[in-house]
C-alpha cells in the first residue's frame, strides 16, 4: 500500500500549466496500472479483480478539474467504494475511491477514483451495470472502519509479470452543451486515455469481447512490442488490421 499512495502523492505534486494535461494523464495512467495489475478488492468472501478501470480527477488547486466526475464526498477518501446509484440497474456503477487529501488536513480538497468498468468477481466476468449488484449488500454489512480495508496486494506470479496494459479514452462521455466554452474543455478532458485496461487480448466469458480493443493494442504496440506487429495481432487476437500487415 505505500508505493500505492507514493504514486498519489506523485499525482498530486503535479500543477497543470497552459491546460496541458500530459503529466497528470500518465500519472493516473501509471496508477490505473498499478491498481490493475497489483491489486485486488476484497469484500467478505467476494474478490473482485478490475479488468479495465477509468480514471476520474479532479484537483482545482492544480488546475486539473475534470468536467465529468460526480465530485461525491466518498470520492475525496481513501480505500472505499462509491455507489453511482443506491439501486441496482442498468445506470449502476462502482468507484474505488484513492484521494489522500483527509491524511494532510492543510491540502485542498480533491476527488480521485477509478470506475470499475469490467472485473471478474470470484472468477467471473462483471460489467460495470452488473457488479454493484453483486457486491452492495456485502459491502454495506461491514464496519465503517472496515469499508476502508478493502484493497489487497495480489500474490506476484508469473503472471502478473507478463500482464499487458493499455490506455485508451473513456467510454460514454458527451461533449455537447449549452455552454460553447464547457463543450471545448469537455472535449479536452475526453481525448485524455484514462481507460487503462489489462489482458485485452483474453477471451473473457461474455457476449462480447472488450471495446476499443485495438486501440488497446495500438497503444500497447507503441511502447512495448519492437517486433512483427502483424504475427502479434494474430497470435492475440486471430486477425490483423490491414495498417500492420507486412510490417
Not at 103 to 116: F, G, H, M, R
Not at 181 to 188: A, L, N, Q, Y
Not at 213 to 225: C, F, G, K, V, W
Amino acid at each position: 500500500m505505500k508505493n500505492l499512495k507514493c504514486q498519489i502523492r506523485n499525482l498530486e505534486n503535479i500543477t497543470v500549466s497552459n491546460e496541458d494535461y500530459t503529466a497528470v494523464e500518465k500519472e493516473l495512467q501509471l496508477l490505473g496500472k498499478k491498481l490493475l495489475t497489483e491489486y485486488v478488492i476484497k469484500i467478505g468472501n467476494i474478490e473482485v479483480e478490475p479488468l479495465w478501470v477509468e480514471a476520474y480527477y479532479s484537483n482545482i488547486s492544480k488546475k486539473f478539474s475534470d468536467p465529468f466526475i460526480h465530485g461525491k464526498e466518498e470520492q475525496s477518501k481513501f480505500c472505499v467504494l462509491y455507489f453511482h446509484h443506491n439501486t441496482d440497474d442498468s445506470r449502476s456503477g462502482v468507484d474505488i475511491c484513492l484521494s489522500l487529501c483527509d491524511e494532510d488536513k492543510n491540502k485542498s480538497k480533491y476527488y480521485l477514483s477509478y470506475l470499475l468498468k469490467y472485473t471478474l468477481v470470484n472468477g467471473e466476468f462483471t460489467t460495470q451495470s452488473q457488479l454493484s449488484a453483486k457486491i452492495r449488500k456485502a459491502y454495506n454489512s461491514l464496519s465503517e472502519s472496515d469499508k476502508s480495508c478493502i484493497l489487497f496486494n495480489k500474490t506476484f506470479n508469473a503472471t502478473n509479470t507478463n500482464d499487458i496494459v493499455g490506455y485508451t479514452t473513456r467510454i460514454g462521455l458527451k461533449a455537447t452543451d449549452s455552454n460553447p466554452g464547457t463543450e471545448k474543455i469537455k472535449k479536452s478532458y475526453i481525448s485524455l486515455r484514462l481507460a487503462i485496461a489489462k489482458n485485452f487480448d483474453r477471451s473473457y466469458p461474455c457476449e462480447k469481447r472488450l471495446p476499443k480493443l485495438e486501440s488497446l493494442a495500438d497503444n500497447y504496440l507503441s511502447t512495448h512490442e519492437s517486433g512483427n506487429k502483424e504475427n502479434w495481432y494474430i497470435d492475440h487476437f486471430g486477425y490483423c488490421p490491414q495498417k500492420y500487415k507486412g510490417k
